[in-house]
């Protein structure tokens, strides 16, 4: 099966500071998103990644970065973590679209910004 | 932009009842159409996806419905069983992206002995 991994489940950080998340899959996957989930707005793209080096913004970047040196890993940067970046962080990976469209999504990181 | 309205945010049926979990869109023509499940605290975990040119797809006790002339995916688990209680959301694709889906909020289904 499938995994993807976010390296944690639970972070707590303070206003202002530089915020790591990490993704790491091991499928080989073309296909890295990062989605933020809050209650009643359901999932929304932060930015997407098609290739290594390869970054394209969603639809809510702003306060965002992304990095992916390596095929199989796909961070998102925090530049300066404020609290309305509180909420589920998702990472997901898929495959070539038009045969393997489905995402594959990690567990989740619950971020509190205080 | 496009919209995707999953109409209920709560449904509650017995058990052995037929769930029926609806997903309408608009300003959009998805290539195709997916169902995910999520579970508290977890990540949403793929069902079913459904193209554009199909009108119908089963799995086991799940069926998936498409009408693009509707804008309209209906979402069918029957024998419903308490297992089956979590939150269920649909997800469009296509146009100048593909591989980009756009999610929407999604049905909490509880399903009761």
């Known amino acids: 099966d499938v995994k993807v991994t976010q390296s944690s489940r639970y972070l707590v950080k303070r206003t202002g500071e530089k915020v790591f998340l990490e993704c790491v899959q091991d499928m080989d996957h073309e296909n890295m998103f990062w989605y933020r989930q809050d209650p009643g707005l359901g999932l929304r793209l932060i930015y997407f990644s098609y290739d290594v080096k390869m970054k394209e ?24 973590a404020s609290t309305n970046q509180t909420s589920m962080y998702l990472c997901a ?20 910004v205080l | 932009s496009q919209k995707i309205e999953q109409n209920s945010e709560a449904l509650n049926i017995q058990e052995g009842k037929t769930a029926t979990l609806t997903c309408n869109y608009t300003n959009y023509s998805p290539a195709y159409l997916q169902w995910y499940r999520q579970d508290p605290g977890r990540g949403p975990v793929f069902l079913l996806l459904i193209r554009e040119n199909e009108k119908e797809k089963r799995k086991e006790r799940l069926k998936v419905t498409f009408d693009t002339t509707l804008k309209q995916s209906l979402f069918h688990i029957t024998a419903s069983q308490p297992a089956d209680s979590a939150t269920y959301l649909c997800a469009l694709a296509g146009g100048s992206t593909l591989g980009r889906l756009y999610f929407g909020r999604g049905t909490q289904l509880t399903v009761w002995p």
Not at chain 1, 57 to 80: M, N, T
Not at chain 1, 93 to 112: A, D, I, R, Y
């Open chain 1, 57 to 80: 913004k969603g639809d809510i970047p702003e306060g965002y970065s992304v990095s992916r040196e390596k095929k199989e890993r796909f961070s998102l940067i925090l530049e300066s």
């Open chain 1, 93 to 112: 990976s898929s495959g070539t679209v038009p045969t393997n469209e489905k995402l594959f999504f990690g567990s989740g990181t619950q971020l509190s």
